[in-house]
Every structure is written in structure tokens, then in C-alpha cells.
């Protein structure tokens, strides 16, 4: 593991050093009572059975008592230790990684699937239990193993080449494991990734799967995937058993081989019975916790593997986090300069801008055939995809110096594939400005035009919408995504397809709505719908990322396609928009229907 990819864990194991010090000293007294058993039944076989001592055999139960109660209150402490250990890793680490991945830029966030992301919640976890549970008291024991070995010098010499020879032979039993199953888990994992990422299309897709009936293509993919997590798996076992039944038989063989040495050296008077049984007490505490280390590597590796992904995830570049400037609500003016994005390196550029500039107070509407990148230029004008180069101005300021917050509080945005969260209708509206009030929300619906059907609820406002608003149809759902735009008051809306769910009376209620907006707010809408394009003031048409054409409706639509696009709204602000020449009008233009990406 490199160096950079562990380096975030430091700052959060640092302040756990007190705490790390405490758990070795109770791991230290626990080792040192757990003496007390073996020298407490070497000295009944030497002392008290051959000498009759009832009463010493009294003491030594009294003693052994004793330590065996405080064994039992060290125990129960370090236990609570390592409780409070988990318990900070898990809100520093589960809090470092829920602020990382809400502060990750878009891109970063689409480039890998939804079941990498829930992985990095699981690895929160495998670091806590890691760090704080099993493993840590196994780490915690082990270098005590080097105070039983020395108790067996003393009280067996005789015994001590014995107990050196298997004391390197579980040694090396470890190392070997170690290498061997970090490899296997590595491939077990990459497997398992490729199916948890399938499953979870499955699951997100689940209507259309149903409603196909995709399971006959999907199935033979399915089983590919699981036949291939389970053979490595059973690999991985193979060879994580094989390793544990190996250090079980150097157990064994290392009590069949002390047990015949040491009759042979008390035959030769050279050892005493207590000894023999005592060291083969011992020898259990010694070839304990490197037999768990040889069945362990498999957590081991998950640790490594958890702390990896995290610490790659970790030195990625988020968005930024505070403000360079404070400056007061915008009027709406939207300048592009410069623009060139591309979704990768090896692709072409999905957007290539010169200039366009969007006044502020009216609507404009962005059109284009599908693929033309009318969805990727609101997502660059939101600040939610960055391009490679160029600018993006919001009266004047470059909105890169802005935090992702602040940026939303200015630009309502609805996206072409409305999101809601299962919570109720009013969380999800409020979820556009946190705090905001009651009236503010009411406010939000009734222009959005769905505050009638959710008064008719019978749970009104608290009405549970189910898992991403199935509960609710389409239409709903889009008005509902509306309002939580709205929330706030943002001085720029921006919104992709906003009818395409809407029935005809909604999409004339919905042209109201916006005629009256785009009297104080700039409205930049994705659309082709035939009864909101009349009351946009501006039309931008794309083509392959290219502004083809760009001025006022009436004029750039005659121009485009001979028709004449009637103003039953005046608009503002008589000056035409701005935008380069990149190509004739009209030259290769087809206006579809349906949003593009």
C-alpha cells in the first residue's frame, strides 16, 4: 500500500494514540493473569499432590481467585476501549467520506458505478471492525507471546528448542498465508465488484425489467458473473483453509513433540511433571495468536484493500468548499466564453462555445436534435460539469469561484429525469433550501401548479411518496421537482424538458407560470414543446456541441424553417442575444422531440 493512499488515516488514528495506549496496557496485565492458570496447576502436580498441601492448595486457590476476577474487570474495560475506538472511527471516517463524496464534482461522481459508492460504506465499516474489533485485540496480544516464551525458558529449559523450532515454523506458516491469500482476496473482490454493479442496475431498472421481461438476457450475464465470484471464492477458501489446517496440524504436532521430550527429560530427572503440564498450557497461548494470524490475513487484506479505495477516492479534487467573494443575488445574466467540454480525453468534445451570452429577465430556449448537447450545456451553465477550458460568468463572475451551494441558491435547476427522495412531499420541496418556512414551500407549489393535488391528499404536505416518488406519476413528480426549484426564489431557472410528463392543460398551465417568472427571473429551458416555444423570448439551436444559431425566437425560427413564431408576451429587453457565428443558420439542423444529453 503506498504511502499516499494510507496518509488520510493517520490524522484520524492520531488523536486514538491515548486510547491505543490503554488497550496495550490492559492487553499487558491480561497476558501477564494469564500466567496464573498454568503456574497454579504446575504447582499442585509439584507441591500439593505429592506433598499432600491442603494448604497451600487453599492459597493457591485464594490467589488464582483473585487474579481470575481482575482478569475478568481488565477484560470487560479493554472492551470498552475499543468500544469508544469504533465509535470515533466511525463518525470521522463515515462523516469525512459522506462530506467527500457530497463535495466530489459531477463528473467524478457518473465515471463509476452506484455500487462502487455504496462499497466505500461498507470499507467504513471493515476499518472500524478492523481497527476495533477481533483483529486489533489479535495485534494487541501478539507481542506478548514473547512473555510466554520466556516463562517457558524458565520453568522448562529443556523444552525451549522445541518451542524456538515451532515458534519459526508458525512464523513462516504466517508470512506464506499472508502473501497467498492477499492475492486471492484481491480477485475475489474485483469479481464480486463486476456482479454488485449488475445487481444494481437490475434493482435501479427493476420496472423495465419487469415490464420486458429482461430477466432471458439478462440471466446468463447474471450467472457468468456469480459463476465467476463463486469460483474465486472457493479459491480464496481453498486456500485460506489450507493454511489454517496447516497451522491446526503444527499445533498438534507441536504437543505430540513437547509432550515426548519432555518424558524424556523427566526420566532423566531433568524436568518435573508440573513443568511439562504447565509449558503445555503455554504452549496454546504461544501458538495461539499466530495461528489466528495465519486464519486473519483474510481481514487483513480487506483493511488494506478498504483503506486503498478510500484513500484514492480521498485525493480526488472536489468542488470548492468556501467562496473567494460574497456577493449579493445576481440578476441573471449568463455569459459563456470560451467554452470546450469533453465527458473524456479519448472522446470529442461535447460542447464547443465561442461566446453565448443569455440575458437575464426572459426565457430562452435551448434546441437541437437528440445528442446535441442541450442537457450538457445546462449542466455546464449550472457549474455541475467543468469545462476543460473556458468560462462560465454569472453577472460578470466566473461561478468556479462560488461553492456548489451557493451556485444552487442562485440557479433552480429541474432536471429531464425528475429525482425525489422517499420522504414526504414537504422534505422533498424543502430539500431545495433547508430551513426555509412553511409559506415558502406553499408559495413553491402553488406556482409550480401541484399545491391542489397535494391538498386533496389525505396526508396533505406528509404525504410518503415512496422509493424515488413512486407513489406518484410522472407528471407529479416533474411538478413536484418544479417547485423544489423554486424554493428560494433562485433569480435563474433552468429546466430540461419541463413538460415532457405534463398532460395539455398542465403544459398551458405550466406556460403561464413561466410567462410570469421570466418577468424577474432568467428562464432557460430544454424544449420542443410547440405550446411553451411562443413565449420564449430567445432560442439557441445546437448541433453537435455547437451553437448553430442563436438570436430572438421570431426571427432565428422564420430564419431556420420559414415559420413565424407569434409573442403573445412581451418581453424585456428588446436587444438580441449574443453568440458566434459557428455555423449557417439553419445549416443541418433537425429539431426533434425529446431531450438530449
Not at 116 to 130: A, E, P
Amino acid at each position: 500500500m503506498s504511502t499516499d493512499k494510507k496518509a488520510w488515516l493517520k490524522p484520524i488514528l492520531e488523536p486514538l494514540r491515548p486510547v491505543m495506549r490503554e488497550l496495550l496496557t490492559a492487553s499487558l496485565f491480561i497476558n501477564l493473569m494469564a500466567l496464573a492458570v498454568p503456574i497454579f496447576v504446575m504447582q499442585v502436580y509439584d507441591r500439593v499432590i505429592g506433598h499432600n498441601g491442603v494448604a497451600t492448595l487453599k492459597g493457591l486457590v485464594i490467589g488464582v481467585g483473585v487474579l481470575l476476577a481482575f482478569d475478568w474487570i481488565i477484560r470487560t474495560s479493554r472492551g470498552r476501549i475499543m468500544q469508544t475506538a469504533a465509535l470515533r472511527i466511525d463518525v470521522e471516517i463515515g462523516t469525512k467520506l459522506f462530506d467527500k463524496v457530497m463535495h466530489l464534482p459531477l463528473r467524478a461522481l457518473e465515471s463509476r458505478p452506484a455500487s462502487f459508492w455504496q462499497t466505500l460504506f461498507r470499507d467504513v465499516d471493515t476499518i472500524r471492525n478492523t481497527v476495533s474489533g477481533a483483529t486489533a485485540t489479535l495485534l494487541a496480544d501478539l507481542p506478548f507471546v514473547l512473555i510466554f516464551l520466556c516463562v517457558i525458558f524458565i520453568i522448562g529449559r529443556p523444552l525451549a528448542l522445541v518451542f524456538v523450532l515451532m515458534f519459526v515454523a508458525f512464523l513462516v506458516l504466517a508470512w506464506r498465508s499472508g502473501s497467498a491469500v492477499a492475492d486471492s482476496a484481491g480477485k475475489e473482490k474485483n469479481v464480486q465488484s463486476s456482479r454488485d454493479a449488475l445487481v444494481a442496475e437490475i434493482i435501479a431498472g427493476r420496472a423495465t425489467v419487469k415490464a420486458v421481461a429482461l430477466d432471458r438476457a439478462i440471466r446468463p450475464i447474471w450467472e457468468e458473473r456469480q459463476a465467476g465470484t463463486i469460483e474465486q471464492s472457493i479459491q480464496r477458501g481453498a486456500i485460506a483453509d489450507g493454511y489454517v489446517n496447516l497451522g491446526q496440524g503444527l499445533t498438534m504436532l507441536g504437543s505430540v513433540a513437547l509432550t515426548t521430550v519432555g518424558a524424556v527429560f523427566i526420566m532423566d530427572h531433568d524436568l518435573t511433571m508440573g513443568a511439562l503440564v504447565a509449558c503445555n498450557m503455554l504452549s496454546s497461548r504461544l501458538y495461539g495468536p499466530i495461528n489466528q494470524l495465519v486464519g486473519g490475513w483474510k481481514s487483513f487484506t480487506a483493511f488494506r484493500q478498504s483503506v486503498e479505495r478510500l484513500g484514492e477516492v480521498f485525493a480526488e479534487t472536489e468542488e470548492r468548499r468556501h467562496s473567494g467573494i460574497t456577493r449579493e443575488r445576481p440578476s441573471g445574466l449568463v455569459t459563456l466564453e470560451d467554452i470546450s467540454f469533453a465527458y473524456d480525453k479519448k472522446s470529442q468534445a461535447a460542447a464547443t462555445i465561442d461566446r453565448l451570452e443569455i440575458r437575464p429577465s426572459g426565457i430562452t430556449a435551448i434546441l437541437g436534435r437528440n445528442g446535441s448537447g442541450k442537457t450538457t450545456l445546462l449542466k455546464i451553465i449550472l457549474g455541475l460539469y467543468h469545462p476543460a477550458k473556458g468560462r462560465v460568468l454569472l453577472d460578470g463572475g466566473d461561478i468556479a469561484q462560488f461553492t456548489r451551494a451557493e451556485l444552487a441558491g442562485w440557479m433552480g435547476y429541474v432536471p429531464q429525469e425528475c429525482v425525489l427522495f422517499n420522504a414526504s412531499i414537504r422534505d422533498n420541496i424543502a430539500y431545495g433550501q433547508p430551513g426555509c418556512s412553511d409559506e415558502a414551500i406553499l408559495e413553491a407549489a402553488k406556482v409550480a401548479g401541484v399545491h391542489q393535488y397535494i391538498v386533496d391528499l389525505p396526508d396533505g404536505y406528509a404525504t410518503s411518496i415512496g422509493e424515488a416518488g413512486s407513489r406518484l406519476s410522472a407528471g407529479q413528480r416533474q411538478r413536484i421537482a418544479i417547485a423544489r426549484a423554486l424554493i428560494g426564489n433562485p433569480p435563474v431557472l433552468l429546466l430540461d424538458e419541463p413538460s415532457a410528463s405534463l398532460d395539455r392543460q398542465a403544459e398551458e398551465d405550466l406556460r403561464a407560470t413561466l410567462a410570469e417568472l421570466s418577468k424577474t427571473h432568467t428562464v432557460i429551458i430544454v424544449t420542443h414543446s410547440p405550446v411553451l416555444l411562443p413565449i420564449c423570448r430567445d432560442v439557441v439551436v445546437l448541433d453537435k456541441g455547437v451553437v448553430a444559431a442563436a438570436g430572438p425566437a421570431a426571427e432565428t425560427l422564420q430564419r431556420l424553417f420559414g415559420v413565424r413564431q407569434p409573442q403573445p408576451h412581451p418581453q424585456p429587453h428588446p436587444q438580441p442575444i449574443s453568440s458566434q457565428p459557428t455555423a449557417p443558420l439553419g445549416a443541418g439542423i433537425h429539431i426533434g422531440v425529446g431531450g438530449g444529453t
